[in-house]
């Protein structure tokens, strides 16, 4: 048992590279026109299947809660600048999610269910595109080395 949690342990960031990661994240979302935004960097575990994941401020203002999951250790550096882009266009739409929510006393719960499902998956089909045709063509050359190969 105790083996278990040591292993589990030893597979997250150290502070250091978690800190390395973040000032990342922050490089990337200026460059990306995201200027102004404040992000929080939370510990916390993610959904299934997510390598990170980010949480927008209902209330609709500049603010974001970022997760890197303990899957993120396994990507190598392109898949992790990826999905770094990827939860950055999260907060270009962020405006959008949060109106979809208002729709909810709208269509009543199981509407809004089937509908809020449908909207979630078209996002993220179109965030991902996006990350794929555009990420590549942002430039992260003075600041790639704080995103490393390895860890
Ligand atoms: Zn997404």
């Keep these: 048992m105790k083996k278990e949690k040591d292993k589990s342990k030893s ?6 590279q978690r800190i390395s990661l973040e000032k990342y994240f922050v490089r990337m979302a200026q460059e990306m026109g995201l200027q102004g935004w404040r992000y929080t960097f939370i510990d ?6 997510a390598y990170a994941e980010i949480r927008g401020n209902p209330d609709g203002l500049r603010e974001a809660n970022v997760l890197f999951c ?3 250790r396994t990507l190598d550096r392109d898949r992790r600048r990826h999905v770094i882009v990827h939860e950055l266009f999260h907060c270009h739409l962020s405006m959008i999610d949060n109106h979809a929510d208002t729709l909810e006393d709208s269509l009543g719960a199981l509407v809004w269910h089937h509908w809020a ?9 179109a965030v991902d595109h996006m990350a794929r045709t555009f990420g590549p063509l942002i430039d992260d050359s003075d600041f790639a080395n704080l995103l490393p190969e390895e860890y």
Aim: aromatic share 8%; hydrophobic share 30%.
């Design 11 to 16: 597979e997250e960031l150290t502070s250091k």
């Design 44 to 49: 916390e575990r993610c959904g299934e299947n």
């Design 70 to 72: 303990q899957e993120w």
């Design 117 to 125: 499902r449908a909207f979630a998956m078209s996002v993220e089909q």
